[in-house]
Nanobody, 127 residues
Framework: QVQLVESGGGLVQAGGSLRLSCAAS????????IGWFRQGPGKEREFVAA????????WYAESIKGRFTISRDNAKNTALLQMNSLKAEDTAVYLC????????????????????WGQGTQVTVSS
C-alpha cells in the first residue's frame, strides 16, 4: 500500500506561481512512477505531468508544457509540481498518483493505470 498526501494548493492571481508537494509513505517510493492529474469544475480528470521512478524521465501535457515542472526527491519520499505563469484555466483540484508500471506514455497519461491516489489539493487562479 501507498499513501499519498498533497499540499501547497491555494489562491493565486493569474501569472503567479505555486508549488505542490506530494508526500508518500508505504511502499518504496523510489520504485514508483508519480503522476499529477487535475480535475476542474465540471470537467473530466486530465493528465498534467509524470516522472519516472528514478526522476530521469518526465512527460508533460501540452497545455502546461513550459510552465510546469515535475520533480522528485526519493530520499524525502516527495514529488513536486512547480507551476509558473498560472492561468485561470489551471483552476482545478490537483491530485498526485502512483503506479509501479514502466514509464510508458500510455501508462503514465491514463488515470486508470494508477493504483494509488491522494485526496487532492485545490488550486484557484483568479484572473
Amino acid at each position: 500500500q501507498v499513501q499519498l498526501v498533497e499540499s501547497g494548493g491555494g489562491l493565486v492571481q493569474a501569472g503567479g506561481s505555486l508549488r505542490l508537494s506530494c508526500a508518500a509513505s508505504g511502499r518504496t517510493f523510489s520504485s514508483l512512477v508519480i503522476g499529477w492529474f487535475r480535475q476542474g469544475p465540471g470537467k473530466e480528470r486530465e493528465f498534467v505531468a509524470a516522472i519516472s521512478s528514478s526522476g530521469v524521465m518526465t512527460w508533460y501535457a501540452e497545455s502546461i508544457k513550459g510552465r510546469f515542472t515535475i520533480s522528485r526527491d526519493n530520499a524525502k519520499n516527495t514529488a513536486l509540481l512547480q507551476m509558473n505563469s498560472l492561468k485561470a484555466e489551471d483552476t482545478a483540484v490537483y491530485l498526485c498518483a502512483a503506479n509501479g508500471l514502466p514509464f510508458n506514455r500510455l501508462y503514465i497519461t491514463t488515470s486508470q493505470r494508477y493504483d494509488y491516489w491522494g485526496q487532492g489539493t485545490q488550486v484557484t487562479v483568479s484572473s
